[in-house]
């Protein structure tokens, strides 16, 4: 018997236990960004030993059709139109391995030169060129700054580059009812969220379908689902997404005077992005100052006990708020960060530090403001 079948046998002794193995613990512990992780990210529990895929818990020819009965009471879609979808439906083996691999705890250090490279800041730049008055007008409506945007929309597709080539319902499918599971004791609950997590996403997905009256057995993706320039999940496209042009479709595949006030409205809606305000600064820790590494990503401290503690902007800084100390492995060395409301904001889209750090840097340097390409001074040193 393999580890895995092992540690699942002890979990679920009885035949009946395994059904229940597969009911959330805690259905509110879920992702709310608004794409899914697409690599790596640093807030992942630690590296396990490489696992078998195991099958889900609960049989799939139960778990469907109470699927089909729940999503067409709940969002009014005929049972018998999501009954043909679900029917043709495909399992992709490829969607399990690429959700599988484990989560690398990458260190900053390696993170940025995924996102951070000459030709995405290139294309950055000639990108806002080409869309300046529409992102403009977005800025000025929304208060989200317009390299703010095309740097999501870098990060997320090259700049619709890579939207993604998976059928969205398969890929939402084999998720929700083969998502990988190793079955350790430490990542049951997480993986019976993850799985609940995707069966909610593949019922919004016939909602969203039917409000913006999209065939959904025609809709592409990446392989957890997410859609469309932006990569927004079937959840955040129904909650968040807007009419930019006022066309009175809701259309983040094709129009991106759509993407880009969608974007702009998760920013405020969901992020709380604060127009004006600042996003991180570069903070030096003082000499002989205790390691400081604050639980989550809130900014919950004012500067004065930041700076108790050791830690104070590099360079002044008026009026900022709260904020919290973003501990990075830079190339030279350890960096701290203060991060405020807005770079909180960037985190509900993708909650991981790296991810919003990378569209920060990305964003200064699509705006021209610096070159991080540069070399990147060890400021954040003991004492420096
Ligand atoms: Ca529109």
Redesign the pocket.
């Known amino acids: 018997m393999s580890r895995t079948l092992a540690s699942r046998a002890l979990l679920c002794a009885l035949p009946f236990a395994l059904v229940a193995c597969a009911t959330p613990v805690q259905p509110t512990d879920k992702p709310s960004s608004a794409s899914t992780i697409l690599v790596p990210d640093e807030t992942s529990p630690p590296k396990p030993p490489s696992q078998p895929v195991v099958s889900n818990a609960q049989p799939i020819a139960v778990a469907v059709p109470e699927f089909i009965r729940t999503t067409s009471a709940k969002y009014d879609v005929d049972a018998a139109y999501i009954t043909s979808v679900m029917a043709k439906a495909q399992m992709r083996e490829g969607i399990i391995a690429a959700m599988s691999r484990p989560a690398e705890a990458k260190p900053w250090k390696d993170y940025r030169p995924i996102f951070i490279s000459q030709q995405r800041i290139t294309a950055g730049k000639a990108f806002l060129a080409k869309h300046r008055a529409a992102l403009d007008k977005v800025e000025a409506q929304y208060g989200v700054p317009a390299e703010i945007i095309v740097a999501i929309i870098g990060v997320e597709t090259s700049y619709g580059g890579n939207t993604g080539s998976y059928p969205v319902v398969d890929a939402l499918y084999t998720l929700a009812f083969a998502y990988p599971r190793t079955n350790e004791p430490g990542r049951i609950e997480r993986e019976n969220n993850r799985e609940q997590f995707f069966r909610d996403e593949l019922a919004q997905l016939f909602a969203m379908g039917k409000e913006n009256g999209f065939d959904v057995t025609a809709l592409k993706g990446s392989y957890a689902g997410a859609m469309g320039w932006g990569q927004f999940m079937p959840s955040s496209y129904r909650d968040y997404a807007v009419?930019?042009?006022?066309?009175?479709?809701?259309?983040l595949f094709n129009?991106l005077?759509?993407v880009f006030a969608s974007v702009a409205n998760y920013f405020v809606k969901k992020g709380g992005w604060k127009r004006g305000e600042p996003i991180v600064s570069r903070a030096v820790r003082a000499k002989g100052a205790a390691a400081f590494e604050p639980e989550g990503l809130e900014p919950r401290y004012t500067l004065e006990q930041l700076a108790a503690r050791g830690y104070k902007p590099q360079t002044p800084i008026a009026g900022p708020g709260n904020a919290t100390l973003l501990n990075l492995d830079g190339v030279n060395g350890p960096e701290y960060w203060l991060g405020y409301q807005n770079f909180y904001a960037i985190t509900r889209y993708n909650i991981s530090k790296h991810y919003a750090m990378a569209v920060y840097q990305l964003s200064e340097a699509i705006a021209g403001r610096e070159n991080p390409l540069a070399a990147v001074p060890a400021s954040g040193r003991p004492g420096a």
């Not at 009419?243 to 259309?251: A, H, L, R, T, Y």
């Open positions: 009419d930019g042009n006022g066309d009175g479709k809701v259309d129009n005077d759509d």
